[in-house]
C-alpha cells in the first residue's frame, strides 16, 4: 500500500543543516497496523505528516498505492489525501465553533457528497461510536477522551483506507486511552491501515509491528 | 545526605483536580516528595500521569487542589501573587522542553531576562549573563537570535537562563524531548555537571535512559507516585 | 452548500462578540460618516446644476480696477450684450423683496426682477403655464413666474393661478407659469418678474441711472452659445471688458470675467469643503485600516483552525469561499447600521448646518456614495479576510497544527503597520480640528468695535415701488421720532447696512486737495447711512468733532464722520474740516472708533458715516439699545410703523447676538465638522490601538507565560505591554506630527490668528492620543498580568 524509498527531511540553522528523516525506507502493507516510536526528536511526526501529505518539503520516493506521490502536484496530493487519509491528532483539532455533528460532517462536505448520503453517514459513525447523545454539543462540553472520540470518529467518517495517528492517547488518561486503542485495534480488524505515532509500549502492542526511529534513521524494524 | 536538616522541598498530600463540563479529573491524586538540597530527582511517567503539572507546582506556577508544599519550610500556598513572581524569580530556574527563548530578544538579552525582574544592575548583570553563557559554552553566540541556533544550542542558552540567576533549584521539564539523541546526550551531561557542582535538579523526562542520570527517579501513574528508586549514576 | 456557509460565517461572528462589535462599530461609523458627509460635499460642491448643459452657465462679473468683483452698470451691461456673440443668452437681475396685494391680505416675499432672457439661461420647464423668454416676450409687459411654494401656499396649488392678475410692489402683473422648486439658482426666489426695461429698475429710480457707467446695481448671468467652449467666452467678456476700459476713463483697469456658475455660488466655501473630504477620507482609511488590522489578527488567530480543514481535506478554494463569506457576511451585516448611521448623520448635518452654507438644499443622500464605501470596506475585508487562505501553504501546516497559529511576527508587523497609520491620520485629523477651533474660539472673542449684548435690531425695508426719495426720508425719520418717545426704544436710531448683514456701499476717498491717485491705488470707504444717536445705541465712541444731531437735514451742508482708521488717508493733516469729492463736496465734521462692519475676521477698514437724511435708502433699519429684549422691541417698532403705514411689515427682528452668531456660522459648522471627524478618528485609533495590543497579548500568552515564570511581576509585565502600545503610538504621533505640520498648510487660509503649526496644539493633541492610546491598551495589559504561567509549560 505505502513505499518509501529514501525519504529524507532537514532544516537549516545558519550554516548547519539538521536532518530530521534520514534516508528511511519502509513498506507498509494493506491490514498492517504500525506503530513508529522512538525517542521524542528522533522524527515520528515529521513522518507521519510526510505520510499524510501535510508536509511536501522532502525528497525521495513515497508510493500510495501505485501512485508516485513525490511526483504529484499539491493538488493531486490533496485528491488522495482525501481518497485515503484520515488523521487523528494528539491534541483533537476539534473545530471550537462546531458542534460534534457538524465536526464529522465536515470531511464530508469536503468531498462533496450528497447531502442526503452525507447525513447517513454521520448518523451512521454517531451510531457505531455510541456518540448520538453528544450530536448537539460543542467540543468545550466533552470531556478530552470524548473528544478524542469524536476525533476518530471525524477521520472515519469518510472511510478512509489509511488512518494516520500522531500520539491520539497522549493527553488521555489511561483507561481512556485503551478505550482508543481498542478502537483502533477494531477498525483495523474491519480492515482498515493504521499508522500510529506513540511513545507507549502499551499502545504499541495493539500494533501488528513497530518502526523504530532515532535521529531520523530507522533503527530496526520488527 | 543529612537527613535530619530540613528538606529544600516538602510536598504532603498535594492534589490537583481539573474540571470540564461533565467530568473531574484528578490530575495528581495526593503526591508525597522531598526533596534535599543538591539532590538530583527525575520525575518519570508515561504521557498523562501528572508529571508536568507537579513541575508546575513545584515552579509556583500553578497552585494545588489540596495539601501543602513547603518550599525552604515556607507554606508556598500563602504567598500573594507578586511574592510568588519573587521566588520563581529568585529560587527557581526553569528549563522547558520546547526551550521557550524569546525570539524577538537575543541570546544574551533572553539570559540577562530573569536578573532585569530582580532589579539587578546593568553591570553584575552583564557579568553574571556572561559567566552563565561561558558555562554553557554559548559565550560566543551571545549576540545571535534564538532563531539563528540549533535546538540543542537553544536548549544550552534556556539552561544558561535557567542558572544565570543562581536558584535554590532547577526545574527541567523534558529537557531532551526536543533534540535528537546525541544533543540531548549533551544537555544531560550538562544538568549532570550543573548537579555536581552543587545544584539540586528535579527533572520530567519519560525517558528511563535519562531518567538513570538522576540520583532518585521518581515514577508517577495517573497521578500517583508508585514506585521510588534510587538511581546508579552520580 | 453557501446557505452552511452563511450559517457558519454568522456563527462564527457570534462567537467571537469581541471582535464583531468593534468590527460592527467600526464599520457603521466609517460607512456612515463618509457617505453622510460625502452627501453634502457632493451637493454641495461636485452635482451638477439640475438644468440642461449646466456647465454653460455661467455668472459674469465686473472686475474693478484693484481685483475685487463689482456689480453691473446699465451702460456697461448694453455694450456687453451688443458684443458678446460667444452666448446663447445673458440676462441681468436683481433681488428684491416683493410685496404681493390684491388678493386679500398683503404678502412678503422674495422676488427677483430679471430681463427677459434669464429663463434662456435657466431653461427649467415650468410645472404649469410657461416661463419668459427674450424672443417672445418685450419689457414692460409685466408678466411674472411664480415657484412651486408660492404656488403650494399661497394659491393652494389652484391650476387657474395662470392668467390671474396681482400687484406685485403695487404693480398689477399676469402670473404666466409655476416653475419647479429646484429652481433656485444663483439665489432661492419666490417670483421672477421681467422687468419693465432692457435692464432690472435700479433702487435708487431709474431717472439719472439709464445709461450710467457709475452705478453698479445688478448681477448678470449668461448661457455660452452650444459648441462654444468655456475659455472662447471667457476670452471674449475680457475683451470685452478691456475695450470699454479703454473708451470710458470711468472704467480703466477694470474688465469682465465669467466663471461658472456652480464654482462661484460655492467659491467662499470650497476650500472648507475639500478639507472636509480629505477628512472624511481619512476617517474612511482609518476604519478599513481598522478592520484590514482586525482580519489580519483574526486570520493569525484562525491558523490553526485552516490548518485542520486543511488537513480534513478542504482544498484552498474552499477554504478562500468560507472566509470571503465571512468577510462579505461582516461588511453587509455592518453596512445596514452604516446606512443608518448615515441617514442619521446628514439630518444632524443638515440641522446644524449654518442657513447661508450654497446649494444646502441641493443635498440629499446619495446612495452612490454609500455604496462605494460599503464597495470599499469589503473589498478591504476580502483582501485582508482571504490572505490567511492564501497563506496557508502546504508545508507550515505541520508548524499552525502543532503551536496553534502561536507564529507570525510578519503579520503582527502588518497589523502594528496599520495601527502606526491609523494613529498618525488621528493626529493629522485632531490638529486640523484643534486648529480649527482654536481659531474659531479666537474669531468669537474678537471684539467688533460696537455693542454686542443688549442691542435689537429690525429691518425696515420699503417697496420702491410705493416710496420715493422724499418718501423713504419721511417715514425713516417718523419712524425713529415715535421709538424715540417710546421708553422702550427711547435708545434707537436709523442705520444702513446693519453689520454683517451682507449689504455694504463703498465710495471712493477722495479727499479735495490731494492730488488725484492712480485708480490701483484708489482707496475705498465703507459707506454707512446712520441717524443722529447711533454712536450712542451702537456704543461707538465719538473720538474728536462732533456727532449728527437734528441740525443735519436734507437741506444743510453735507457732513461726514471718519472712522479712526481713514486718519491715515490724509496725509498728515487734521481730518476735521476737510472736504471729500461725493460728487458733490462732504465735510468731515468728526472721528469715530473703528468696527468691524463686513466679518469679524475682516480687519476695520476705513468707514465713512452720513447723516440718514443726507444718503437715504430704501433698505435702512432701527438699532435698539434695550434691556427690555428682542420681542418687546419688535413690538414697540410694528406699532410705530403701523401708524405710518398701515400695510408695511417689518422685516427680521434679530439680537446682536444672533447676527454674530449667524455671520460665524460657516466656521462653526466648519470646526464643529472637523472636530466630529477627529473624535471618531480618535475613537477608531483607539480601537485600532486596543485590537492590536489585545491580539498581540493573545498571540503573545506563551511568551508571556515564559516571562512570569522566569519571576517578571505582573507589574512588570504590565509595564511592558503598555510600553509596546505607546511605542507603536508614539511612532504614529511622530509620523502624524510631520504630516499634519504638511498638511495643516491646506488649512492656513482657514484660519483666523492662529498658526497652522501652533506649538500649542499640536503637543497637547499629541499628548491627548498618547493618552488614549495608553488608555486602549490598559484592558490587554491587565489580561496580560494575569496570564496564567502554566501554559508556558503546557507546549502541546
Known amino acids: ?222 | 545526605m543529612n537527613a535530619s536538616a530540613q528538606p529544600l522541598i516538602r510536598l504532603d498530600g498535594i492534589k490537583k483536580v481539573f474540571y470540564t463540563d461533565e467530568v473531574e479529573t484528578h490530575a495528581l491524586a495526593g503526591i508525597h516528595l522531598e526533596i534535599q538540597q543538591g539532590e538530583y530527582v527525575a520525575i518519570a511517567g508515561p504521557s498523562g500521569c501528572g508529571k508536568s503539572t507537579l513541575l508546575a507546582i513545584l515552579g509556583l506556577l500553578d497552585t494545588a487542589t489540596e495539601g501543602t508544599y513547603l518550599l525552604n519550610g515556607n507554606q508556598v500556598a500563602k504567598l500573594s501573587l507578586s511574592e510568588r513572581a519573587r521566588v520563581r524569580n529568585r529560587e527557581i530556574g526553569f528549563i522547558f522542553q520546547s526551550f521557550n527563548l524569546i525570539g524577538d530578544l537575543t541570546v544574551f538579552e533572553n539570559v540577562e531576562l530573569p536578573l532585569i525582574y530582580r532589579g539587578m544592575k546593568a553591570a553584575e548583570r552583564r557579568e553574571r549573563a556572561n559567566a552563565a553563557l561561558e558555562r554553557v559554552g554559548m559565550a560566543h553566540r551571545a549576540k545571535h537570535l534564538p532563531s539563528q541556533l540549533s535546538g540543542g544550542q537553544q536548549q544550552r542558552v534556556a539552561v544558561a537562563r535557567a542558572v544565570a540567576g543562581q536558584p535554590s533549584i532547577l526545574l527541567a521539564d523534558e529537557p531532551t524531548g526536543n533534540l535528537d539523541s546525541k544533543n540531548g546526550e549533551a544537555v544531560m551531561e550538562l544538568l549532570r555537571e550543573l548537579h555536581r557542582g552543587g545544584a539540586t535538579i528535579c527533572m520530567v523526562t519519560h525517558d528511563p535512559r535519562y531518567a538513570a542520570h538522576a540520583d532518585r527517579g521518581v515514577h508517577l501513574f495517573d497521578g500517583r507516585v508508585v514506585e521510588e528508586n534510587v538511581g546508579t549514576a552520580v | 452548500m453557501l446557505v452552511q456557509d452563511i450559517r457558519y460565517a454568522l456563527r462564527s461572528l457570534l462567537r467571537a462578540p469581541g471582535f464583531t462589535v468593534v468590527a460592527l462599530i467600526t464599520l457603521a461609523l466609517g460607512i456612515g460618516g463618509t457617505t453622510a458627509i460625502f452627501s453634502i460635499v457632493d451637493g454641495v460642491l461636485l452635482r451638477p446644476l439640475p438644468y440642461s448643459d449646466p456647465g454653460r452657465i455661467l455668472r459674469i462679473n465686473r472686475i474693478g480696477a484693484n481685483g475685487g468683483l463689482d456689480s453691473f452698470s446699465a451702460a456697461d451691461y448694453r455694450d456687453l450684450k451688443k458684443a458678446a456673440t460667444s452666448f446663447a443668452a445673458i440676462a441681468g437681475y436683481r433681488s428684491d423683496i416683493v410685496d404681493m396685494t390684491g388678493r386679500g391680505e398683503p404678502v412678503r416675499i422674495n422676488g427677483m426682477q430679471t430681463t427677459a432672457a434669464f429663463f434662456d439661461v435657466f431653461d427649467a420647464a415650468p410645472l404649469l403655464g410657461r416661463t419668459y423668454h427674450e424672443a417672445t416676450d418685450k419689457p414692460g409687459a409685466n408678466l411674472a413666474v411664480i415657484n412651486e411654494t408660492v404656488w403650494k401656499q399661497q394659491f393652494g396649488s389652484n391650476p387657474a393661478v395662470i392668467g390671474t392678475q396681482v400687484r406685485l410692489n403695487g404693480t398689477p402683473t399676469e402670473i404666466i407659469g409655476v416653475v419647479p422648486e429646484f429652481l433656485r439658482h444663483p439665489q432661492k426666489s419666490d417670483v421672477w418678474m421681467l422687468s419693465p426695461y432692457d435692464i432690472p429698475t435700479s433702487p435708487f429710480g431709474m431717472g439719472d441711472i439709464d445709461g450710467s457707467r457709475d452705478v453698479h446695481y445688478f448681477n448678470v448671468v449668461a448661457r455660452i452659445a452650444r459648441g462654444r467652449p468655456l475659455i472662447e467666452g471667457q476670452q471674449q467678456l475680457k475683451s470685452i471688458g478691456d475695450q470699454i476700459a479703454r473708451d470710458h476713463q470711468g472704467n480703466a483697469g477694470s474688465t469682465f470675467g465669467g466663471e461658472p456658475l456652480a464654482s462661484s455660488m460655492v467659491a467662499n466655501v470650497r476650500t472648507a469643503m475639500f478639507v472636509l473630504l480629505g477628512a472624511v477620507g481619512f476617517v474612511l482609511l482609518i476604519a478599513c485600516a481598522n478592520v484590514a488590522g482586525l482580519l489580519i489578527a483574526r486570520g493569525a488567530a484562525r491558523r490553526r483552525e485552516l490548518a485542520v480543514r486543511t488537513a480534513l481535506g478542504a482544498g484552498r478554494g474552499r477554504l478562500m469561499r468560507q472566509l470571503l463569506t465571512e468577510s462579505v457576511v461582516l461588511a453587509l451585516v455592518g453596512g445596514a447600521p452604516g446606512m443608518l448611521v448615515a441617514t442619521w448623520t446628514q439630518q444632524l448635518l443638515i440641522s446644524l448646518a449654518p442657513e447661508n452654507l450654497p446649494r444646502l438644499a441641493d443635498v440629499t443622500l446619495d446612495w452612490r456614495i454609500a455604496f462605494f464605501a460599503v464597495v470599499a470596506t469589503i473589498v478591504v475585508g476580502i483582501l485582508f479576510g482571504i490572505t490567511p487562505a492564501l497563506q496557508s501553504s502546504r508545508p507550515e501546516l505541520n508548524a499552525d497544527l502543532k503551536d496553534g497559529g502561536r507564529t507570525g511576527t510578519a503579520r503582527t508587523g502588518l497589523r502594528n503597520v496599520m495601527v502606526v497609520a491609523q494613529v498618525a491620520l488621528a493626529l493629522v485629523l485632531l490638529i486640523g480640528a484643534g486648529l480649527m477651533l482654536t481659531s474659531f474660539s479666537r474669531l468669537r472673542s474678537v471684539d467688533p468695535g460696537f455693542r454686542v449684548t443688549e442691542v435689537v435690531t429690525v429691518e425696515l425695508m420699503l417697496p420702491l415701488a410705493r416710496f420715493n426719495d422724499e418718501q423713504q426720508r419721511n417715514f425713516y425719520m417718523s419712524v425713529l421720532d415715535r421709538l424715540q418717545a417710546n421708553p422702550v426704544t427711547a435708545n434707537s436710531a436709523m442705520l444702513f447696512p446693519f453689520p454683517f448683514g451682507g449689504a455694504n456701499a463703498q465710495a471712493s476717498l477722495d479727499v479735495i486737495g490731494q492730488p488725484d491717485r492712480p485708480p490701483e491705488q484708489q482707496v475705498s470707504a465703507e459707506l454707512n447711512s446712520i441717524s443722529p444717536g447711533y454712536l450712542k445705541a451702537s456704543g461707538i465712541r465719538l473720538l474728536r468733532g462732533r456727532d449728527f444731531d437734528a441740525n443735519d437735514g436734507p437741506k444743510s451742508p453735507a457732513a461726514a464722520l471718519i472712522s479712526e482708521s481713514a486718519i491715515k488717508e490724509f496725509g498728515g493733516k487734521d481730518p476735521i474740516g476737510q472736504q471729500l469729492d461725493m460728487g458733490d463736496p462732504i465735510t468731515i465734521v468728526g472721528i469715530v472708533s473703528d468696527a468691524r462692519r463686513r466679518s469679524l475676521d475682516a480687519e476695520p477698514r476705513p468707514a465713512l458715516y452720513l447723516p440718514y437724511t443726507q444718503f437715504v435708502l430704501p433698505y435702512m433699519g432701527v438699532v435698539v439699545r434695550s434691556d427690555r429684549g428682542a420681542a418687546a422691541v419688535a413690538s414697540a417698532v410694528k406699532t410705530a410703523v403701523a401708524q405710518i403705514d398701515p400695510d408695511l411689515p417689518i422685516g427680521d427682528v434679530k439680537t446682536m447676538e444672533q447676527i454674530i452668531e449667524e455671520s460665524t456660522g460657516e466656521p462653526r459648522f466648519r470646526s464643529f465638522l472637523i472636530a466630529s471627524f477627529a473624535v471618531l478618528a480618535l475613537l477608531l485609533a483607539a480601537v485600532g490601538v486596543y485590537g492590536v495590543i489585545s491580539f498581540t497579548v493573545t498571540q503573545r500568552v506563551p511568551e508571556i507565560g515564559v516571562r512570569l515564570a522566569l519571576g517578571a511581576s505582573p507589574r512588570q509585565v504590565f509595564t511592558q505591554v503598555i510600553g509596546q502600545g505607546l511605542k507603536l503610538a508614539a511612532t504614529g504621533v511622530v509620523l502624524g506630527l510631520v504630516a499634519a505640520a504638511a498638511a495643516t498648510t491646506l488649512v492656513r487660509g482657514l484660519l483666523f490668528n492662529t498658526s497652522a503649526t501652533d506649538p500649542v496644539v499640536y503637543g497637547s493633541l499629541a499628548a491627548l492620543l498618547l493618552a488614549m492610546a495608553a488608555l486602549a491598551c490598559y484592558v490587554p495589559a491587565r489580561r496580560a498580568m494575569r496570564v496564567d504561567p502554566m501554559t508556558a509549560l503546557r507546549s502541546e
Request: charged share 25%.
Open chain 1, 1 to 222: 500500500m505505502i513505499r518509501l524509498q529514501n525519504i529524507e527531511k532537514s532544516y537549516r540553522h545558519g550554516l548547519s543543516q539538521t536532518f530530521v528523516l534520514r534516508r528511511v525506507n519502509a513498506e507498509i502493507k494493506q491490514g498492517d497496523f504500525v506503530s513508529i516510536m522512538g525517542p521524542s526528536g528522533a522524527g515520528k511526526s515529521t513522518l507521519l505528516h510526510i505520510l499524510g501529505m501535510h508536509d511536501s518539503a522532502w525528497t525521495g520516493e513515497y508510493w500510495l498505492h501505485d501512485d508516485p506521490i513525490h511526483q504529484l502536484s499539491a493538488k493531486d496530493r490533496m485528491r488522495l489525501q482525501k481518497q485515503h487519509i484520515g488523521f487523528v491528532f494528539q491534541s483533537y483539532h476539534l473545530l471550537d465553533n462546531l458542534t460534534v455533528y457538524e465536526n464529522i460532517d465536515l470531511p464530508l462536505s469536503y468531498r462533496d457528497v450528497k447531502k442526503a448520503e452525507r447525513e447517513g453517514m454521520v448518523a451512521d459513525i454517531l451510531d457505531r461510536f455510541n456518540i448520538v447523545g453528544k450530536k448537539d454539543l460543542f467540543p468545550n462540553q466533552l470531556s478530552g477522551g470524548q473528544q478524542q472520540l469524536v476525533a476518530i470518529a471525524r477521520a472515519v467518517v469518510a472511510k478512509p483506507s489509511l488512518i494516520l495517528a500522531d500520539e491520539p492517547t497522549g493527553n488521555l488518561h489511561s483507561d481512556q486511552g485503551k478505550e482508543i486503542m481498542e478502537l483502533f485495534r477494531r477498525l483495523n480488524d474491519a480492515g482498515t491501515t493504521i499508522v500510529q505515532v506513540t511513545h507507549s509500549k502499551e499502545n504499541a502492542s495493539y500494533g501488528k509491528r513497530v518502526i523504530n526511529l532515532k535521529d531520523g534513521w530507522i533503527v530496526d524494524e520488527n
